[in-house]
């Protein structure tokens, strides 16, 4: 009689096992910045959202710091099954599709604001671009304004002249051109290395990624510009989203409207401590001079008009809707 109880209960537990096992899928998340990033960490509240709000029925693995693809390869790889789901800078695919890249360009959006005003007019083509593409927008969020490193002070673009300057994607590779540096591709997880080596002594990004790559052991200046507000996005591969039953689509969405708002929100204090933490180790942090600010507008005309040339009647469009939200 002991016996049989005993089967019994064992019984119970390989089905209840079996039923979990079934019912659990696993997606990984690569994603490119480090795992102390603003972004990283709403990503992994993001996969914590979700398990519990799926009733542990969809785990995600998020992979921080380029450790499973390297940036421009995520979005690739969620595209192709690799990677269930990715974060991915849109900046670095302009050369695919200018509209992802529309909050590249300089002063076109230049403050929260406008940030959140352009991706409302980005979000339903970036959408419908995903879909053709077999993939799903999840959220997507904006890194603090864009200014500029550098070693020695900077008073116009011609202090740029000759400089080498880390760029992270084609648009911040051409205004390098545009002002006559000599631009590095280097990606984040890459740049605390590219510094102490000397392969770059300038850039331009936000005081996010100053602090998480430590650029304050090698550059003394930060000039404020305020130039863009580049974003980040979470996609999915559709044909995995489309696998999950739909309380848990629905559990993810939620989560992704959650992780959106509370990214922007997060990423406004951001830019006010990591501005802080620069300065608490020594740089100097100012406005531009209105003769840099000025050069660097001109950049940001220069770069619009090439990018509507390149992105045609869809481009206007988009810079229409932008100008009417
Ligand atoms: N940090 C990222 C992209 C934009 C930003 O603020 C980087 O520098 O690679």
Redesign the pocket.
């Known amino acids: 009689m002991k016996r049989r109880t005993l089967n019994l209960g064992l019984m119970a537990t390989a089905i209840t096992l079996s039923v979990a096992t079934q019912a659990q899928t696993k997606w990984d998340l690569p994603a490119a910045?480090p795992a102390t990033n603003f972004h990283s960490l709403n990503l992994a509240q993001f996969a914590t959202d979700v398990d519990k709000a799926s009733g542990g029925k969809l785990k995600i693995t998020v992979h921080a710091n380029a450790s499973l693809f390297k940036a421009p390869e995520i979005k690739r790889a969620v595209q192709g099954g690799q990677a269930q789901a990715g974060e991915i800078?849109l900046a670095n695919f302009s050369n695919e599709w200018p509209i992802y890249a529309a909050d590249g360009l300089p002063f076109l959006a230049d403050s929260y604001d406008e940030g959140m005003k352009l991706y409302k007019a980005q979000k339903p083509l970036m959408e419908k671009k995903l879909a053709e593409q077999g993939m799903v927008l999840l959220y997507s969020v904006a890194?603090?304004p864009?200014g500029i490193f550098s070693k020695k002070p900077i008073n116009s673009a011609a202090d740029l002249k000759g400089i080498k300057w880390r760029s992270?994607s084609p648009s911040t590779a051409r205004i390098a051109e545009l002002v006559g540096a000599q631009p590095v591709t280097v990606?984040?997880a890459e740049?605390t290395q590219a510094l102490a080596t000397g392969v770059v002594e300038s850039?331009m990004?936000?005081g996010?990624?100053g602090v998480d790559s430590k650029l304050y052991e090698h550059l003394k200046y930060y000039y404020d510009v305020q130039a863009w507000l580049?974003k980040n996005a979470v996609i999915a591969n559709k044909k995995a989203f489309d696998a999950l039953d739909k309380a848990t689509q629905d559990a993810v969405m939620k989560a992704a409207a959650d992780a959106e708002s509370r990214g922007w929100t997060e990423s406004r204090k951001v830019n006010d401590t990591t501005l802080a933490t620069l300065k608490a180790n020594g740089m100097t942090v100012t406005a531009p001079s209105p003769q840099l600010k000025a050069d660097m507008k001109k950049v940001g005309d220069t770069m619009l008009k090439e990018w509507l040339e390149k992105s045609g009647a869809e481009g206007k469009a988009l810079v229409d809707a932008y100008n009417h939200k």
């Open positions: 910045y800078l890194w603090p864009q992270y990606q984040a740049f850039t990004t936000s996010a990624t580049p």
